[in-house]
Antibody, heavy 123, light 111 residues
Framework: EVHLVESGGGLVEPGGSLRLSCAAS????????LIWVRQAPGQGLEWVSS????????YYAESVRGRFTISRDNAQNSLYLQMSSLRSDDTAVYYC????????????????WGQGTLVTVSS | QSVLTQPPSVSAAPGQKVTISCSGS????????VSWYQQLPGTAPKLLIY???KRPSGIPDRFSASKSGTSAALGITGLQTGDEADYYC????????????FGGGTKLTVL
C-alpha cells in the first residue's frame, strides 16, 4: 500500500526558512513524479511545485519561484521542499502527492496523497 | 483567481444526480488530461477520476466524468450524504509558465 507522510511543518517568522519532507513507501519511488500542493485555511488547492522521477525536471508556481526549492532523494525514498523568505501568505497545509507517470505534464494525475503538514508564518 | 473555473457550490437531494463543470483554455484542458479530486472535510484530497474519464480502483461507478474541448465535467449519481465534500478539477497547463493547475473547488451539499 502506498504511504506518503509529510513532516517538518511548524511556526516560523516572516522571512524565515523551513524544510518539509515527504517520506514514501509502498511503491518504486524512483519511477514516479511527485508534487507539492498547499491549501491555505478555508481556501482551495494551490499547486506549489512538481519534480520528475529522476529529479531532472522541476517546475514551480510563480508565487514561490526563487524562494522554494523542490528536491528528492531516490535512495532514501524522500521528497523535500526547502522554503525560504517565507511570507504570511505561505501559511497553509502542505501536501505531497504521487503521479503515475515519470514526468509531470500531459498525463499527470495525483493518485496518492499524504495527510499534510501545517506551515504557519507569523510573528 | 484560479486558472480553471468551477462553480463555488452545487446542491441536490439524496438519490439525485449532480454535475460539476470545469472550464479552462486551450493550453490546459484543451491539450492535457483532466483529473478530479474529492476532499472530505478535514481530510486530504483523494483522486476520483484521471485521464479525463477513468476511475481508480475502489471508486464507485456513481462517479463519472467527461471532457469536451476546453471544458470538463464531473457527474455524481445516486447522491449520498457521504458525498458532501469539496471537488476539484486539475490538469497540466502547457503555456509559457508550465505547471499543474487546479480549479477553485466546488462545495457539494446533499440536502
Amino acid at each position: 500500500e502506498v504511504h506518503l507522510v509529510e513532516s517538518g511543518g511548524g511556526l516560523v517568522e516572516p522571512g524565515g526558512s523551513l524544510r518539509l519532507s515527504c517520506a514514501a513507501s509502498g511503491f518504486t519511488f524512483s519511477s514516479y513524479s511527485l508534487i507539492w500542493v498547499r491549501q491555505a485555511p478555508g481556501q482551495g488547492l494551490e499547486w506549489v511545485s512538481s519534480i520528475s522521477s529522476s529529479g531532472g525536471y522541476k517546475y514551480y508556481a510563480e508565487s514561490v519561484r526563487g524562494r522554494f526549492t523542490i528536491s528528492r532523494d531516490n535512495a532514501q525514498n524522500s521528497l523535500y521542499l526547502q522554503m525560504s523568505s517565507l511570507r504570511s501568505d505561505d501559511t497553509a497545509v502542505y501536501y505531497c502527492a504521487r503521479d503515475e507517470t515519470a514526468n509531470p505534464g500531459f498525463g499527470s494525475s495525483w493518485h496518492n496523497w499524504g495527510q499534510g503538514t501545517l506551515v504557519t508564518v507569523s510573528s | 483567481q484560479s486558472v480553471l473555473t468551477q462553480p463555488p457550490s452545487v446542491s441536490a437531494a439524496p438519490g439525485q444526480k449532480v454535475t460539476i463543470s470545469c472550464s479552462g483554455s486551450s493550453s490546459n484542458i484543451g491539450s492535457n488530461y483532466v483529473s478530479w479530486y474529492q476532499q472530505l472535510p478535514g481530510t486530504a484530497p483523494k483522486l476520483l477520476i484521471y485521464d479525463n474519464d477513468k476511475r481508480p480502483s475502489g471508486i464507485p461507478d456513481r462517479f463519472s466524468a467527461s471532457k469536451s474541448g476546453t471544458s470538463a465535467a464531473l457527474g455524481i449519481t445516486g447522491l449520498q450524504t457521504g458525498d458532501e465534500a469539496d471537488y476539484y478539477c486539475g490538469t497540466w497547463d502547457s503555456g509559457l509558465s508550465a505547471g499543474q493547475v487546479f480549479g477553485g473547488g466546488t462545495k457539494l451539499t446533499v440536502l
